[in-house]
């Protein structure tokens, strides 16, 4: 028969075994690097546990004019997949895969939405967006889209997973209708004569064609751009001459613009909106769907009622 000493041997590694998966598990999720924070949220709620993810571009980062770092490089070479925005806006991404030596799948998280055309007059600045405005996320219809490329994607790369994958997205689609609902609710409390205001660059182009609030911006859809005198001077006369009520700053913009067109014009700041990225964990729009309930809650708070 086996000595007690055998036998509880035998039971530490028994219990080591039994412990060995979770960690194995943990080593063994698949890496994904994500251009923007906005995609690294979608990337973490549609691949759970199986997925480590990191986001090149962090929380209150700036794509436009994001220089990517020794650290990128190398988690793009360790990436199984890169899923990127597309539409022009990481203009110094193909130069870090080239340089990076990947061999990840690239997917963009676009494909199958149609792009809207940047509003070149509103700020007139030439960037290297091309025509087309890349902030597609701020319409939860696309975001939609987003999730259902990147299932896909991740379905593709990880078969075993692909059941985890479908789940993970039905659930998270569901939490978007929810999301969806509660803006245009929002918008709906706003007077209409009062659905206007002023931000920084012109990233709610999509916002504003899904539910009707008109943002104008002194800069055009890239934050490479930069407002002339003559571009800040039309846009408080048009804020007095529409009675625009407030404007709002950017996480990821400069706010002195924003502060000098407001003490100019004589609206008030409304506050601040998630616009290219999300916060950190810490702050109001850490995920996707906080972002989006923050930025209508301040719209509303500024728009629905009181003096412009």
């Not at 896909?152 to 692909?162: E, I, S, T, Y």
Request: without cysteine; hydrophobic residues 45%.
């Amino acid at each position: 028969m086996p000595s007690r000493r055998s036998l509880a041997a035998t039971l530490v590694a028994g219990l080591a075994l039994a412990a060995l998966p979770s960690a194995v598990f943990a080593q063994d999720k698949m890496p994904v690097v994500a251009s923007l924070s906005v995609l690294a949220d979608f990337v973490k709620q549609v691949g759970g546990d199986r997925v480590s993810v990191t986001s090149l571009v962090g929380p209150n980062g700036d794509a436009h004019v994001y220089s990517p770092t020794p650290a990128d490089a190398k988690a793009m070479t360790a990436a199984k997949l890169v899923v990127i925005n597309g539409l022009h806006l990481e203009g110094w991404l193909p130069r870090l895969i080239k340089s990076s030596g990947t061999k990840a799948t690239v997917v963009t998280a676009t494909k199958g939405i149609k792009p809207i055309e940047a509003t070149e007059e509103e700020g007139g600045h030439g960037h290297d967006h091309g025509h087309d405005d890349p902030h597609a996320w701020q319409d939860i219809a696309n975001a939609r889209i987003y999730v259902a490329n990147i299932r896909d994607a991740l379905a593709a790369a990880d078969p075993a997973g692909k059941a985890s994958y479908d789940a993970n997205a039905t659930a998270y689609l569901a939490r978007l209708d929810v999301v969806e609902g509660e803006v245009k609710a929002a918008v709906a409390r706003i007077p209409a004569d009062r659905r206007k205001a002023i931000t920084t660059h012109d990233a709610f182009g999509y916002f504003i064609k899904a539910y009707g609030i008109d943002f104008i911006a002194p800069q055009g859809v890239s934050t490479e751009s930069e407002a002339s005198a003559k571009d800040v001077a039309r846009i408080i006369r048009q804020i007095k001459a529409q009675k625009v009520p407030a404007v709002f700053l950017e996480n990821i913009s400069n706010p002195r613009l924003i502060e000098q067109i407001a003490r100019e014009s004589g609206a008030r700041i409304g506050g601040e909106l998630y616009s290219d990225a999300l916060s950190d964990a810490s702050g109001p729009a850490g995920t996707y769907i906080d972002m989006m309930k923050h930025n209508i809650s301040e719209i509303e708070k500024a728009l629905a009622a009181g003096p412009a």
